[in-house]
């Protein structure tokens, strides 16, 4: 079955990309959920109208999206936590937490949009996370977890 995505779906597509998964999938979640519609010639022509009007907008949202990009990697960012024995931590630092320390520096990013490699940081350290600014731009951002005095 050939939908049209009206909303990102993750492990899927992103808004307004055309995509085919199975039957049931689309016809018992995604087309309730709103989060798709079927790909009729009609709806892939108003698509494609779209679309073209939509690119030269998404140069300029590009271009903001690598400033702000730039401002963030310009960030040190230290998130604490307690630690027990050695550099364990008590309990995890995830991206809910990393989305915290960002808008506590006056930035905002959904913790969606936020990607720690296997989920969660368990020992203090230095650490990478990939963060989706926009569809097609994704920045790494280095932190450091510290224990907590």
């Known amino acids: 079955m050939e939908l049209i995505l009206k909303k990102d779906v993750a492990n899927l597509g ?3 990309d055309i995509v085919t998964v199975k039957n049931g999938f689309g016809r018992n979640f995604l087309i309730p959920q709103g ?3 079927l790909a009729t010639p009609s709806a ?3 698509l494609q109208e779209t679309l073209k009007q939509r690119a030269y907008k998404e140069a300029s949202i590009i271009k903001e999206a690598q400033k702000f990009g730039e401002e963030l990697k310009g960030l040190e960012l230290k998130i604490t936590a307690k630690v027990g024995e050695g550099d364990k931590l008590f ?3 995830s991206n809910a937490n990393l989305a915290e320390a960002i808008s506590s520096n006056g930035h905002e990013i959904d ?3 936020i ?3 296997g989920g969660s940081v368990k020992r203090t350290g230095k650490y990478n996370a990939k963060v989706r600014l ?3 731009l994704i920045i790494d951002l280095p932190f450091e977890v510290v224990a907590e005095k």
């Open 14 to 16: 992103f808004a307004d």
């Open 91 to 93: 309990g995890s630092v």
């Open 44 to 46: 892939k022509k108003v």
């Open 111 to 113: 913790k969606k949009f």
């Open 134 to 136: 926009h569809r097609d």
């Open 115 to 117: 990607e720690i490699a």
């Open 35 to 37: 989060m798709a519609i």
